[in-house]
């Protein structure tokens, strides 16, 4: 069983940036792709970004390429989200997930998910 806690989540004004991160508990860390998926009130939980296990393999929602950055430091057993220039409708619950795939943009494809970190964008 894989423990990931996520931390880093705030309230920033549009065009502001916040740094996420996402630790995870075990020595298996690198044998897993990670991904970031976020839900806002009342709607379905989607796709933000995706590394794989080396990191040398990246994928964005379009909704973010451009803006956010995905990244891992294997040796600390953490994946990263960098994210510049938000907008109010980036205003979500932040969720990183672990797959046993190389990298997966499928919430299915996930084995174990983190309880999420609030960033709210105000206008």
């Known amino acids: 069983q894989v423990q990931l806690v996520e931390s880093g989540g705030g309230l920033v004004q549009a065009g502001g940036s916040l740094r996420l991160s996402c630790a995870a508990s075990?020595?298996?860390?690198?044998?897993?792709?990670m991904g970031w998926f976020r839900q806002a009130p009342g709607k379905e939980r989607e796709f933000v970004a995706t590394?794989?296990?080396?990191?040398?393999?990246?994928y964005y929602a379009d909704s973010v390429k451009g803006r956010f950055t995905i990244s891992r430091d294997n040796a600390k057993n953490t994946v990263y989200l960098q994210m510049n220039s938000l907008k109010p409708e980036d205003t979500a619950v932040y969720i990183c997930?672990?797959?046993?795939?190389?990298?997966?943009?499928?919430?299915?494809?996930?084995?174990?998910w983190g309880q999420g970190t609030q960033v709210t964008v105000s206008s």
């Open positions: 075990g020595r298996t860390f690198s044998t897993y792709g």
């Open positions: 997930a672990a797959t046993s795939q190389p990298h997966s943009v499928y919430s299915g494809s996930y084995d174990y």
């Open positions: 590394i794989s296990r080396s990191g040398n393999s990246l």
